[in-house]
């Protein structure tokens, strides 16, 4: 195939285009030799001239390949075709990271992404690179993989211009790195890594017209890793700082930000005092006239960099020292150079900038401004002072300031570096190079020559490493191969740094005693003219150029020299070193290794042979550098700036391609184009291509024999094409000729295809038309012959319409007309009629207005001639006033009168006498203290003198005449003071009239105080002693309560006692039966249980007495025990208001108000003394029925006399309460709005209430006790007959039943001796409790006499006494009625104790037989005889078996405390789940709960809290030794899930037994609340859940992708890449094999899902959890999928849309299978259904509507980069359009923020569902749980 056959009708070529650089056309005919007609894309015709082949244009890619992720993908390799799918990248699909080869080109965007987020570096991780889009995290992933598997050093070189963006990725490079690379010390190095960015920013970036944030240095990062690959240190370099700009800034550019951070904190407390202003004051920062960047807060990121600094180890002082050296820079550059004659210049004495300088620094100014415009000069042995012009001072000064922050500069880079060091020696490293790319300008000087140099190293080191890759790649797939030439800029590099090269010839000059730079410039023409990369410009003789790799640069020499040098004078760092700053003095101190300062050029110089030239040391930090990296293995990302205007996603092809040519870009697809840049893989090349071979041509079992015939039927040439072991490699353009092909192919089998199908459609059509057409015609003859008909109809119709018409309408206008005159006449008649009455009106109304006016008038003259005459009567009367007060006065003078009014005032006048004598006295004092003091003035001025001699005599002269003043000026003083004193007598004589008024009024104010404040002091005495009452009896209250509380532990104590000993007579009784019949003290407690509890006590007996036993009748170890009783006492206490009068309490505390009233307070008495009454009559009752419980029923008549007593007595009774019911009622509404009878009432309702609950409880109690005699009667009988001598005739029972009524008797005394000592503390309790009633009884008479006694009258103080009384009455009252409860109480139980041993002798082989003995607990003198069970006989064995009732278990394990850890090591730690299965579902769960449950019965604190937490920690140890297990996990998950249903099931709460049995409400838990376990049980279930998800998503996230997205089961639908896609080279994780293979993927999903569903269902999981575990890993299996969708443009095509969607019809079906579906499980799934459906779907501007409605639980972002990625499969299929795009982002932008709230591309897969627990309660009767052998828990006891 030549290249003619290409360029054929049709073809797209490139051409040449001085704007666009390259523009597309097509051609219009075939190639024909030298011409070439085209037409542009806007129409345009035109045509150009070809002299030979090679000089054709390039053609165009095929639209499939354009848009590729990577350049060497495309068939066609040339500067259009990279420059043409970069700008589509970046302008239609927003995608700013593409491959060219190894190479990862970076546009800026100008814009912040959502593509940096945690997900995506997650996303990232462990992804090869060319499996997901470009990106920077793709290349960190490759260093970082690299380095775990081959153990070898990495680097990634970020190049680009200023704006470009290296600096943010390398940023983002290294905060991957700090992700997935983190330290697991507590160091944390890689937060100080990131920390140090703002830090470095501050300080060497600044902005320039292209970045606002541009690096002005190069940095290489070398971050450290451990064996275990995290960071462990780092270490940074740095080159070639710009220090020029810290004197000098181009217009629109700025200086380092850290000035402008500081201009802006200038309250800041490290700023404050350094002399700073705004930014525009400084000569070093107002050059470039730009201070401000847009979106940037200088203060904000000085508080940042500050943070920073403190991160990184730089404490407050050493930055307080940074910043006053940078502020002493600012100064510095202040500083004004004054030009003396011309050739002498000076700095002025008075410089303020010299003065702050000297301030800050501490220095020397006198030296400093000398050393500033004088330099020495050492000539021999002379040294002579040589003054500087203007231009050379002020080259001094910046020369100076350049220097001070170049050493801070690297000051702070060594603090850095020793905040990052480690202390052991790092494994392997990654190095992160940020470095300038290469630059040219119109003025370029030594920078740039620096910069274009270190990029000719690196391009050089580039070129190596790619060519290296290619080989490599050859001989991996052994084919032959050519050497494959490229660019080598090797004589480049020679030029510049070989001996007598350009730094050579300038380290030279620069050592030259009057070197310039226009000498060094001719050395280099004569010297350097040979190299072709050398030239001498035209039209210049002080420029020379240079041709680097990427273009020719002209450098200017003006300044080379004096920045080679990098001259500072040796005095002024002397004066430095001396200033006052001590890290000035640190980062100026000499080290004989790195002295860099120089003295100026003139004459020799001892440090000569230590200096070094700024190029000779950038040459050796760059040979360090390229050392270093030639020993790593080399990542590449080239930064390319798309604009100059910073625009967002705007392309700007001439400066792009202009960087494209700079960075290597070019030359990688120049290398990949002169070798075989397609590469496809044998199957994918058969799976494209087979349209182009024949059936017989297919060899399935030998792939490469295929795709030989294959290719030998389309390409002739071998040398456009190797066979490799794996792979077929072809020359640059053969894939677009393959394409072509088989287009061709495809369009012909379409033709065909189409031209039977439209045949066929053609004649159906033919034939429905003509049938269509019979068929119309019927109907329009029909139709136009109804119509006629209809129309003539109409016409009739329509003219007498007319008729009628016209003759309505001419009736209607004459009635309008006539109406319309009628009205207008009317209208007109009645307006000359109202003008007539308004001109009568108006006329009436002026008459009346005269009227008034005159009237007016004439008023207002009476008026003012009135006001006259009383005015002069006035002024007459004034006179004559004023004459009778002089006469008054007169009189007044006299001494009569004067006595009249000083008669009341003499008493006042002493009194003020007395007052100044006083004051006299005192200033006689003050007279003496001042005379006093003078004297001591005196003596210490003596004793001054005397010490200083001759020196003070002169100044005692004139302290003595100042002390004669300060003496004189007092005597003035209290001469005035007198004087007031005298003036004031004087006033007050004249005032002593008013005085005695104010005096009288102020008198009897005084007296009405003085009887308010008695009154309330009295009152206020009587309350203090109240309260002081209060308190007493408050504190006595509380004694008492503690001994009654001290001797209820003594009885408990004393009853725990005779409980043991009971328990050990029972024993010894059992060993007494044999062996057929052994009782313990558990089988007692089986029977009766600890807790005395009636509902364990008689558990056998029959349904009735269960039925009436109430919660009251409980004992030890129940919910309302004594302890509780007590406490509910003291809450009683606690909750009387002490401080009210009136008690009130809460509802459920009985308290008796005190009535406002004395009415109320007598009817309180009445209704109290009732209450007792009633109260004593139960008493009696209760008595009288307690009696009749301990005697014996039997059938004599007193027992039947006493039965019809009892029942008219509670006749009686009944009549009472009725009696008493309508005294209350009647009191009630009697009363009917004082709350506080109301409140009476309802507390007497609730005494009455508790007293009859107690009545029925007491009847109940007695006819169980009678059923139990009668029942043991019947059953003697019926299991004997009449022969009941049976039991003993042969006597073998005898010897038995004396030892038997031995030990009974013995317990029966010991039982009967603690009930006669209860009986006789009951006594003194009685009488204590009779001697307070009586004594209460007696107070409360002498209240009511009082009380009726006392009227409205009556004073405040007694009745508040009254009101004390009452209080501390009810309190008592109160008290004592608790005392007396609880004791009654306390006795009935101690009853019921007695009756319960009773009652377990008799079951224990004794019975009643008709008479009683002395000592009986039932009530008699005699113990009852004890009847032995029945004895028969066993297959003729005469031995006697005594028969015992079937057992009931209450479902509990009973265990010692030292067998607690063996226990949980059975059931916790050495529990396999392959035993667990075989168990019953949570059966360890179950054993440890009734273990607790036994633990609560015998109300054990410390052990249960000890198992408890002994589980907890199990469990927790289990999970954390186990966490990979699954079955594991699973097991403890459910178990601990099954714990905590069981600790709410049977905790007591009513929210927790609803669906109990009331065999299971008995079992509730009665002595512990365990709320608190159950948190942390529930915890612990959170955090095996947690664990048990995280094990799941392990094991299917190698599965997502292979089984959802590559896996493909629809049979004719390829899922194949578009177009020739070539492998990613040099990747590591693509040369291994896929650890699933995705045909086989999906099953092994489904597989691990069922896996997972059947060990949740297996180990007894809850339904609702399984559900919430699939639901949590499908939302998993969606987000992985998801995310690799968005990142893999070979997944977005039509084809593999079809092909995922039937893929997660498998996942919908398996939940439908296991009945998850109803759930909403695949729910979760939604997202990646619909974006799957928008792959599939039609992508026309009528379906924007239908795609944003389908799509709704897709964000924006992911359906516009779904359709930015979306790629055709073939070129019959078209491309989605931008307009397409843009229509769906606007309909998009019109959701809610509620549906926009995802800001992020990727899903969250760290996302999880909230846990929830929801109680499921066991229909498991604890009783039926069985302890199975396989358990071995023999310590156990079912209980």
Not at 1420 to 1443: C, K, Q, S, W
Request: glycine residues 6%.
């Amino acid at each position: 195939m030549s290249i003619r056959e290409l360029f054929v009708k049709g073809a797209r070529v490139w051409v040449p285009d001085g704007e666009q650089v390259w523009r597309c056309a097509e051609l219009l005919q075939d190639y024909r030799q030298g011409k070439l007609q085209l037409q542009y894309a806007d129409g345009k015709t035109a045509e150009i001239k070809v002299a030979k082949d090679e000089d054709l244009p390039p053609l165009r890619n095929p639209d499939i390949l354009i848009g590729e992720n990577d350049l060497t993908s495309l068939s066609y390799l040339h500067e259009p075709a990279v420059l043409y799918n970069l700008q589509v990248r970046f302008c239609n699909h927003n995608a700013i990271y593409t491959y060219c080869g190894i190479v990862l080109v970076a546009i800026n965007p100008y814009e912040e992404l959502p593509i940096y987020g945690a997900d995506t570096i997650a996303t990232y991780r462990g992804q090869s690179m060319g499996d997901l889009d470009p990106h920077i995290f793709a290349v960190a992933e490759e260093a970082f993989t690299k380095m775990e598997r081959e153990n070898r050093d990495q680097s990634i070189i970020v190049s680009g211009e200023s704006g470009a963006g290296k600096t943010v990725s390398a940023k983002y490079a290294m905060r991957y790195f700090a992700s997935v690379g983190g330290s697991s010390s507590e160091t944390q190095i890689e937060k100080k890594i990131l920390a140090s960015n703002p830090i470095m920013e501050a300080i060497g970036n600044a902005k320039t017209t292209r970045n606002d944030n541009s690096s002005r240095f190069g940095k290489y990062i070398e971050l450290d890793f451990n064996k275990s690959f995290h960071i462990m240190a780092a270490h940074m370099r740095t080159y070639l700082l710009e220090k020029s700009r810290v004197v000098f800034q181009a217009p629109d550019e700025r200086n380092y930000h850290i000035f402008y951070q500081m201009c802006a904190s200038l309250e800041d407390d490290l700023i404050k005092n350094l002399k700073l202003g705004d930014q525009d004051t400084f000569h070093y920062l107002n050059q470039g006239g730009s201070p401000h960047i847009d979106g940037v807060d200088d203060s904000e990121d000085f508080v940042a960099t500050c943070r920073a600094l403190s991160l990184l180890g730089i404490d407050r002082d050493q930055q307080k020292q940074m910043f006053t050296i940078l502020a002493a820079i600012l100064h510095l550059g202040n500083v004004s150079i004054l030009d003396a004659n011309g050739e002498q210049a000076s700095v002025a004495p008075n410089d303020s900038a010299m003065l702050i300088l000297e301030e800050l620094l501490g220095l020397d100014r006198t030296e400093m401004a000398k050393w500033l415009c004088h330099r020495k000069i050492v000539s021999g042995r002379e040294v002579f002072n040589k003054p500087m012009t203007l231009s050379e001072a002020t080259f001094s000064r910046d020369a100076l300031a350049k220097h001070i922050y170049a050493k801070l500069f690297d000051w702070i880079v060594t603090q850095i570096n020793k905040c990052f060091s480690a202390k052991s020696k790092p494994y392997r490293f990654i190095g992160v190079l940020d470095i300038y790319g290469f630059e040219t300008f119109e003025i370029n000087s030594f920078e740039q020559f620096c910069i274009n140099y270190a990029n000719e190293k690196l391009q050089q080191q580039f070129n190596q490493h790619v060519f290296k890759l290619e080989q490599e790649e050859y001989v991996k797939e052994q084919i032959e191969w050519e050497f494959i030439s490229f660019y080598d800029n090797q004589p480049c590099i020679d030029l510049i740094e070989t001996k007598l090269g350009i730094l050579d010839l300038l380290d030279e000059e620069c050592r030259m005693p009057k070197g310039t730079d226009q000498s060094w410039v001719e050395k280099l023409y004569s010297k350097c003219g040979q190299w072709k990369h050398f030239s001498k410009p035209r039209l210049s003789n002080s420029a020379f150029i240079i041709a680097h790799f990427a273009d020719k640069v002209q450098y200017e020499s003006v300044g080379f020299l004096e920045k080679n040098r990098d001259t500072v004078s040796e005095e002024q760092i002397s004066i430095l070193r001396a200033c006052k700053v001590r890290m000035m003095q640190h980062i100026f101190v000499e080290e004989k290794s790195h002295i860099k300062v120089k003295v100026m050029p003139g004459g020799p110089s001892k440090t000569k042979e230590h200096r070094k030239s700024v190029g000779s040391q950038f040459r050796n930090s760059l040979n360090l550098l390229m050392t270093t990296l030639n020993s790593t293995t080399p990542h590449y990302v080239r930064c390319v700036k798309p604009n100059d205007d910073k625009m967002a996603f705007t392309f700007d092809s001439t400066r792009a391609i202009q960087q494209l040519r700079a960075c290597g870009v070019l030359e990688t697809v120049r290398i990949s184009a002169a070798g075989y840049p397609s590469r496809w893989t044998y199957g994918d090349f058969f799976a494209r291509y087979r349209v182009l071979t024949r059936s017989a041509d297919i060899t399935r079992n030998d792939m490469q024999a295929t795709c030989r015939k294959i290719i030998a039927n389309m390409i002739s040439d071998e040398d456009k094409f190797k066979f490799g072991r794996t792979k077929i490699f072809f020359r640059a353009g053969q894939v677009a000729y393959m394409e072509k092909l088989r287009a061709d192919r495809l369009r012909a089998c379409g033709i065909m295809i189409q031209k039977h199908v439209r045949g066929f459609l053609h004649r159906n059509r033919f034939k429905r038309m003509r049938q269509a057409a019979l068929t119309i015609q019927r109907y329009v003859r029909g139709f136009l012959a109804r119509r006629k008909v209809y129309h003539i109809r109409r016409k009739r119709a329509a003219i007498r319409l007319q008729a009628n018409m016209r003759g309505w309408m001419a009736r209607v206008r004459f009635n309008r007309c006539r109406h319309l005159i009628t009205r207008l006449q009317a209208h007109i008649r009645g307006m000359q009629a109202r003008m007539r009455y308004e001109h009568a009106r108006r006329t009436r109304a002026a008459i009346i207005i005269q009227k008034f006016v005159r009237s007016y008038l004439q008023r207002r003259k009476f008026v003012r001639i009135t006001r006259g005459l009383i005015k002069s009567q006035g002024l007459v009367r004034c006179f004559l006033a004023r004459r009778q007060l002089k006469k008054l006065k007169i009189e007044a003078k006299s001494v009569e009168h004067q006595k009249k009014l000083n008669k009341g005032l003499e008493n006042k006048i002493i009194e003020l006498q007395q007052k100044l004598t006083e004051l006299q006295q005192e200033t006689g004092k003050i007279h003496g203290y001042k005379e006093d003091i003078s004297n001591l003035k005196t003596q210490v001025s003596d004793l001054r003198s005397v010490e200083g001699k001759l020196k003070t005599s002169n100044n005692r002269i004139q302290e003595l005449e100042s002390l004669v003043k300060n003496l004189q000026a007092q005597i003035e003083l209290e001469r005035g003071e007198k004087m007031d004193v005298l003036t004031d007598k004087e006033r007050a004589e004249k005032e002593n009239r008013e005085i005695v008024e104010r005096l009288n009024e102020e008198n009897a104010r005084l007296n009405k105080e003085l009887e308010s404040v008695q009154e309330i002091a009295a009152k206020k005495e009587g309350e203090e002693l109240l309260r002081k009452k209060f308190e007493a009896e408050k504190e006595q209250i509380y004694m008492e309560y503690d001994q009654e509380k001290a001797s209820y532990q003594k009885l408990l104590k004393e009853f725990n006692r005779l409980e043991q000993k009971n328990d050990t007579l029972e024993e010894e009784l059992g060993k007494l039966r044999g062996n057929k019949h052994q009782r313990t003290a558990s089988n007692v407690s089986s029977m009766s249980g600890a807790s005395d509890a009636p509902t364990e006590l008689v558990r056998d007996d029959t349904s009735e007495f269960n039925s009436v036993v109430t919660d009251d009748d409980i004992g030890y170890g129940s919910v309302r025990s004594r302890a509780s009783d007590r406490s509910d006492l003291s809450r009683n206490l606690e909750n009387i208001d002490w401080g009210s009068p009136s008690h009130k309490s809460s509802s459920t505390d009985i308290s008796i108000p005190v009535p406002e009233k004395v009415e109320d307070v007598a009817l309180v008495l009445q209704l109290q003394n009732k209450v007792r009454e009633l109260e004593k009559e139960r008493r009696s009752l209760s008595k009288k029925l307690e009696h009749l419980e301990n005697v014996s029923p039997t059938d004599d008549p007193q027992h039947a006399q006493e039965m019809i007593r009892l029942q008219e007595l509670e006749m009686e009774n009944a009549k009472l309460k009725d009696d008493l019911g309508r005294l209350r009622n009647s009191i009630a509404e009697a009363e009917p709005h004082n709350n506080r009878v109301q409140e009476f009432m309802k507390q007497f309702e609730a005494l009455q209430d508790e007293l009859e609950r107690r009545r029925e409880e007491c009847i109940q109690l007695r006819t169980v006790l009678a059923n139990r005699s009668h029942d043991l009667a019947a059953l003697t009988s019926a299991s004997y007959g009449k022969d009941v001598d049976i039991v003993n005739e042969d006597g073998e029972l005898a010897i038995a039943y004396q030892t038997q009524k031995q030990i009974n008797r013995q317990l029966v005394e010991e039982l009967q001796a603690e009930k006669a000592r209860s009986r006789e503390v009951e006594g003194e309790y009685k009488s204590e409790l009779e001697r307070l009633r009586k004594d209460n009884d007696r107070q409360q008479k002498l209240l009511a006499v009082n009380l009726t006694k006392g009227g409205p009258g009556g004073g405040l103080q007694a009745e508040a006494l009254l009101q004390s009384e009452i209080m501390r009455l009810t309190s008592e009252n109160l008290n004592l009625q608790g005392q007396v409860d609880s004791l009654t109480e306390q006795l009935k139980k101690y009853k019921r104790s007695l009756r319960a041993y009773a009652r377990k002798l008799k079951e224990a082989g004794g019975g009643r037989r008709g008479t009683t003995q002395a000592g009986s607990p039932f009530g008699g003198d005699h113990p009852p005889d004890l009847l032995e069970g029945n004895a028969v006989g066993v297959e003729g064995d005469t031995m006697p078996i005594i028969r015992k009732k079937d057992r009931e278990y209450m479902g509990m394990f009973e265990y010692d405390r030292k067998d607690e850890m063996q226990l949980i090591r059975i059931l916790i730690y050495e529990l396999k789940p392959r035993v667990a299965v075989t168990l019953l579902p949570g059966l360890p769960a179950y054993i440890l709960f009734m273990c607790i449950r036994h633990t609560d019965h015998i109300n054990d604190d410390e052990k249960v809290r000890s198992l408890l937490n002994n589980i907890v920690n199990a469990i927790k140890r289990v999970i954390k030794k186990r966490h990979e297990d699954l079955d594991s996990t699973v097991l403890w998950l459910s178990n601990t899930l099954r714990i905590l249903h069981n600790l709410k099931q049977y905790s007591g709460d009513k929210a927790f037994q609803a669906e109990n049995t009331l065999k299971q409400n008995e079992q509730s838990l009665k002595n512990f609340d365990l709320s608190e376990y159950r948190q942390v049980l529930s915890d612990i279930a959170v955090w095996i859940y947690n664990g048990v998800i995280k094990l799941m998503e392990e094991k299917v996230q190698p599965l997502i992708v292979p089984s959802v997205l590559e896996h493909e089961a629809i049979a004719g639908l390829s899922g194949n890449k578009p177009g020739g896609m070539r492998g990613r080279a040099g990747s590591v994780a693509r040369e291994l094999e896929s650890p699933v293979e995705p045909q086989k993927a999906l099953d092994l999903l489904l597989k691990e899902l069922t896996h997972f569903y059947r060990t949740l269902a297996m180990f007894g999981t809850d339904p609702e959890l399984i559900t919430q575990v699939f639901r949590q890993i499908f939302y998993y299996i969606c987000a992985g999928a998801l995310n690799n969708l968005l990142l893999r443009k070979d997944m977005c095509h039509w084809s593999k849309g079809m092909q995922i969607r039937y893929n997660l019809s498998h996942l919908e079906q398996w939940t439908r299978d296991m009945k998850l579906h109803e759930a909403g499980v695949t729910d979760t799934l939604a997202p990646i259904i619909q974006a799957a459906q928008l792959l599939q779907a039609r992508k026309t501007d009528d379906d924007v509507h239908s795609i944003c409605d389908m799509c709704d639980k897709l964000s924006v972002s992911q359906i516009i980069k779904i359709l930015n990625l979306y790629t055709p499969a073939d070129e019959f299929e078209e491309r989605v359009p931008i307009t397409f795009i843009h229509k769906i982002q606007a309909k998009l932008q019109q959701r809610s923020e509620g549906e926009q709230a995802q800001a992020t591309l990727l899903m969250n897969t760290k996302f999880a569902f909230p846990v929830r627990f929801p109680f499921n309660p066991s229909s498991i009767r604890l009783e039926d749980i069985e302890i199975p052998d396989a358990l071995s828990l023999i310590m156990l006891k079912k209980v």
